[in-house]
Each structure stands twice: as C-alpha cells, then as structure tokens.
C-alpha cells in the first residue's frame, strides 16, 4: 500500500480548483478512438472516504481485457486533499488514485473511473481529470445520471440514449442488463464515446456495474477498513 504525495501547488479553494479545471480542460484529447475493447489490460480506480478521520483509500485493479481476470493490484491511503464541493469531486481523490496507478507495475490501458468525464457541468470530471494528469486513455461509468436530460433507453442489453446538455451529447446512458437500470458513460480522455460504451459492455458480462468498478470498490474499502484499524490504534 503506498502513500499520496500532494503537488505543492494542488488547489485548496473552490477559486484556485475551477482556474485548474478551466485551464487543464483544454488539454482533454477528443480524437482519439482509445484501445480497442476486449484486447490488452483495462484498469478499475475507485476511493472509500472516511472523514471523520480525514482517510481516503483509492484502488488501482488491473484486468485482462479478453478473460476479465485479475492482472494486478494496487492501493494508496492519504488525507482528504479537498472539501466537498459537487463539481469538484476529482480534486478530493485524484492525488490518492494517481499514487495507487503510480504503485502498479503493469500498463493500465484503458483506466475506467466510477464518475463522469465529459458529462459534467464544467466539461471535466474525473475521468477527464486523471486522463490529463495521467496521459492515458480514461472514461467514466457512473451509477448515477448527474444534472442532463435523457430519454429512457430500450429494455434490452446494449441500448442507449443520449446524455444532452441542449443539443450537445455529452455522454449516453446505456443498459448493460436487459430491463436494469443503466449506467451512465461518457469520454475522459483520449477515447470515443463509441468505445467507451463497447469497453462497458464488454465489462459486464453478469452485472450492471462493469467489473473494473465493483473489484476496485471491494478493494478500496478493504484498504480504507485497515487504515482506519491502524488509526484507531495509534
């Protein structure tokens, strides 16, 4: 389990953190169609919070993309490195998940986040976020829709709706079980919402969730359930 190490200059207020946003979002690459899905290693990143404590846990868990094993895993604990502020989600857990990337040895391909990227009110969610920071080829999964409008897709497995913010399309709900809720996909970086719907499916063979999100889930708040216990008895 490694550590966080906060940049010197990471953003403490709302101010300063919408001036990073505004000026890393111009760096987002939109024209790139990202790794083809089922080949190569996709990565699942996910934090557990404990703020009483001023904990965050961020898993890194490395699949092969074909069979959906496990390759390889990784976890960082640090401080909460940002209040909360709705829109401002990645900056509270993008230090501790670039440490868990940065401990694996493995290449992540493609890193699935359980957030938005570009469906996001300014443009740049998470997924965005850590694509830039990172350089690799990020998208978001979300349970939850966030502030755009959507039709309800078609019942069966594989249907989707635009996300719409006016007449833009900035991400799609799409079902990954036949009559099931859906999740909601959009680009980070360096990948097309095409792909990044193909890489969902290809990810939830039994599931809503895809399985990068619910192993990175279950391995973060294993993470967060030790460094609570060691807190507790420092």
Known sequence: MSH????????TDERSARAVQDELRARV????????????????????????????????VVLDAATL???????????ISFPYVPGLLAFREIPTVVAALEALDSRPGLVVCDGYGLAHPRRFGLASHLGVLTGLP???????????MHEEPDAPRGSTVPLLDGDEEVGRAL???????????????????D??????????????????TRRADALCRRALAEAQEKATRA
């Not at 094993?69 to 401080?79: F, H, I, L, Q, Y």
């Not at 792909?195 to 990068?212: D, G, I, K, M, W």
């Open 4 to 11: 966080q190490q906060l940049p010197a200059d990471w953003p």
């Open 29 to 60: 690459v939109l024209d790139e169609p990202g790794p083809p899905p089922g080949t190569g290693f996709v990565t699942g990143v996910d934090v557990a919070y404990d703020d009483e404590r001023d904990l965050v846990a961020a898993a890194a």
């Open 69 to 79: 094993d496990v390759v390889e895993e990784s976890t960082a604990v640090g401080r």
């Open 138 to 148: 990020t998208i978001g999964v979300a349970k939850n829709p966030f502030t755009f």
């Open 175 to 193: 079902r990954t079980r036949d009559g099931v809720k859906p999740v909601y996909v959009s680009v980070g970086h360096r990948t097309s919402l």
């Open 195 to 212: 792909t990044a719907c193909a890489h969902t499916l290809s990810l939830t063979p039994n599931y809503r969730q895809p399985e990068t």
